[in-house]
């Protein structure tokens, strides 16, 4: 890898910040005939000098209410030189498939995405929010003709480079009792105060059913989200019961600060619940602060009523630990490389390569789908690689002279080094070896795995990383040999990327994935997810641009690699090494 000195920064702009939006609505429209409407919001953002909107991120779901405060933050890179226009399209959600849109709204240009209420949509430029009074715009939703539509309220906020994340635990004693026919449903609402005196909504625990006496499960959140870095920063927590109608009882609050719950790492820190000013529901997130809020708060409706209340309960702050939050530019800048490995697919399914009708077909004008993948994604990673030396294995192909049937053959036959020099180089064998080799079978993944992972164990201590892009035509002929190699691969410090060309279904390609259910082997379990796998198909340009192709693919299958990077580091508490100032 180079020095990262000697890194040139990529073309284009250099985001100055990154601002974090925080997103409400007022007054949508209600849909729902039983209840209200189940809200949800996604952002679409428009690429510099072009009319396509693309999906950037979804809030959360929240059930029966008109007037949604989301927890789920939007973080963008802040470009000052550029127009970056966003639009928000609100939705009533009928089921809880995460499909969105009945129909497109007006205007639109996204693709279908499920069968949900459209509520309306608002257009406008991340300057014009940052650029407005408090960093708070508050604009009109429209879409819907002959309705009003509501208002969408964004917050903008600049986050600090506090890059510090804590884990805490929380339990409960003694709630008030808010059910009639049974005890209360309880959860937690974190606030952070803004500068202008307000609250935003920054974290819910989950609730715990029918107890007075809740334990609620340990949490994790970003300092900058708790405090924005300001550890004196009051940070207000608001105490409910549960409705299933959304109409959540208010308990109590009581407030702190991250000063003060850092210093409870070593001791139990108990809270008392009581009612302040607000004694509103778990939609005010933006409530105004209380200069005199402490700990200990009383409720005053309550103490006039009962002269002998003390309090709503108490909450009591069992664990708290903080720990630094490495980025995957920190353990690059500290040495660590990353080491490109490319396996390609010559079985007889691709066709023969003289023909055009074959995958591996490379007209005078176009490259084949194969060299495409290999390109897009090579070089990319190969910034990262100090030698530029990668390498490159085919599986299932006849060799000379004897015929003889191999899964990790070295395409630029050498054995003893099987590295080309640059991507370059390993097209140029790749090419060779489609006219020595003869295209025959089966598909198997597990040897070219195997042997990456024999080379991933040799040096775990952080300061190599491997990456595995494998090209594939077809099924997979050793499933189960496969799983194995994963399962043992995902203790190493390597990630597998699979492309798959051609009109083929690959559901086995989806299973070993890995985002829904972690890839298992006779009773063990991945230890991490590390398979990402695409199909081509889905980023080839309608217009042919093979350029547009390329770089659409290259985002996404390289999109899980610093992820999958950081979850190896962490699981082995590897910290990045201090970057050479040199």
């Not at 035509?473 to 043992?488: C, N, R, W």
């Not at 299973?511 to 972690?518: F, T, Y």
């Not at 198909?537 to 610093?562: C, F, H």
Request: proline fraction near 5%.
């Amino acid at each position: 890898m180079a020095s990262p000195g000697a890194l040139e920064p990529a073309a284009g702009s250099v985001p100055g910040t990154k601002v974090e939006l925080t997103v409400s609505c007022r007054n949508l429209l209600d849909m729902d005939t039983f209840s209200k409407s189940d809200p949800v919001v996604v952002l679409f953002v428009q690429g510099s000098g072009s009319s396509e909107w693309k999906e950037f991120g979804r809030t959360e779901v929240i059930d029966n209410t008109l007037n949604p405060d989301f927890v789920r933050k939007f973080v963008l890179d802040y470009y000052f030189e550029e127009k970056q226009n966003l639009r928000f399209d609100v939705y009533n959600v009928d089921s809880k498939s995460c499909s969105i849109l009945k129909q497109e709204p007006p205007g639109s240009h996204s693709a279908v995405l499920g069968a949900q209420d459209f509520l309306g949509q608002a257009f406008v430029a991340l300057g014009e929010v940052i650029g407005s009074q408090r960093g708070r715009l508050e604009r009109a939703l429209t879409g819907v003709p002959g309705k009003r539509c509501g208002t969408i309220l964004l917050l903008a906020e600049e986050l600090s480079n506090c890059r510090d994340i804590v884990t805490m635990q929380l339990c409960a004693n003694k709630l008030d009792k808010k059910d009639f026919f049974g005890k209360s449903d309880p959860f937690l609402v974190f606030y952070r105060s803004n500068e202008d005196g307000t609250f935003t909504i920054c974290h819910k625990t989950e609730v715990v059913k029918n107890t007075l006496n809740p334990v609620w499960q340990p949490f994790t959140i970003p300092v900058r989200a708790l405090c924005n870095g300001d550890y004196d920063r009051t940070v207000k927590i608001d105490v409910y019961d549960w409705d299933r109608d959304g109409s959540h009882d208010f308990i109590g609050e009581f407030a702190t600060s991250y000063r003060e719950l850092s210093r409870a790492q070593s001791q139990f820190t108990v809270y008392e619940v009581g009612w302040g000013s607000q004694g509103e529901g778990p939609g005010t997130s933006h409530t105004r602060a209380n200069p005199a809020l402490r700990p200990q708060v009383l409720n005053p409706r309550k103490k006039c009523k009962k002269k002998k209340y003390v309090n709503s309960g108490t909450v009591t702050l069992l664990s708290f630990s903080v720990e630094s939050e490495f980025t995957f530019v920190d353990y690059i800048r500290g040495g660590t490389q990353l080491n490109f490995t490319v396996a390609i697919d010559f079985t007889a399914s691709n066709g023969m390569p003289s023909q055009p009708t074959s995958l591996h077909y490379a007209s005078p004008y176009q490259l084949s789908a194969y060299a495409l993948a290999l390109k897009a994604v090579g070089e990319v990673i190969q910034d990262y690689d100090s030698d530029k030396l990668f390498p490159a294995y085919g599986f299932g192909a006849k060799l000379p002279p004897d015929g003889k049937i191999s899964h990790q053959f070295p395409l630029n036959n050498n054995v003893d080094n099987p590295s080309c020099a640059g991507i370059e180089g390993v097209l140029e064998s790749y090419l060779q070896s489609l006219r020595t080799v003869q295209l025959y079978g089966p598909t198997n993944f597990a040897p070219v795995i195997n042997q990456v992972a024999g080379v991933a164990a040799q040096v775990t201590d952080g300061s190599q990383y491997h990456v595995l892009l494998i090209i594939t035509d077809g099924v997979i002929s050793d499933m189960l040999q496969t799983k194995e190699a994963i399962v043992t691969a995902s203790a190493l410090p390597m990630s597998i990327i699979i492309v798959g060309v051609g009109p083929a279904e690959f559901e086995a390609m989806e299973e070993l994935d890995g985002d829904e259910v972690r890839v298992s082997s006779r009773g063990r379990y991945a230890e991490r997810d590390i398979v990402q796998f695409v199909p081509f198909r889905d980023y080839v340009d309608d217009s042919g641009n093979q350029v547009l192709s390329m770089a659409r693919l290259a985002k996404d299958v390289l999109a899980e690699i610093p992820e999958q990077l950081l979850s190896y580091m962490k699981t082995r508490d590897i910290k990045p090494r201090r970057a050479d100032p040199q």
